[in-house]
């Protein structure tokens, strides 16, 4: 009989993962030219990287890249 082979797989958690991949949509705008472009981001990921309901954040704009940061406290 052939032996059997048996290779272990780990499996990490969804938030370890640092790259996500998106795409960049529209906000309905009523059929009228000229969409603003729009990114969604959701998933319990955001909560395991510390980012609750609720909690504001920063945009910070760099060339090529937004930076989501928490909000500080006012």
Same mark, same amino acid.
């Given at each position: 009989?052939? *032996? *059997?082979?048996?290779? +272990? &797989?780990?499996?990490?958690? /969804?938030?370890? =993962?640092?790259?996500?991949?998106?795409?960049?949509?529209? &906000? %309905?705008? #009523? #059929? =009228?030219?000229? !969409?603003? !472009? @729009?990114?969604?981001?959701?998933?319990?990921?955001? $909560? +395991?990287?510390?980012?609750?309901? #609720? /909690?504001?954040?920063?945009?910070? &704009? $760099? %060339?090529?890249?937004? &930076?989501? =940061?928490? @909000? %500080? +406290? +006012?």
């Amino acid at each position: 009989m052939a *032996k *059997k082979v048996v290779h +272990a &797989v780990t499996h990490t958690a /969804q938030a370890d =993962r640092s790259d996500r991949r998106y795409i960049v949509g529209y &906000v %309905p705008n #009523g #059929g =009228r030219d000229n !969409p603003s !472009p @729009a990114i969604y981001l959701g998933g319990r990921w955001l $909560e +395991a990287c510390g980012f609750l309901t #609720g /909690q504001h954040v920063t945009v910070s &704009v $760099e %060339p090529g890249r937004l &930076v989501i =940061r928490p @909000a %500080p +406290a +006012a």
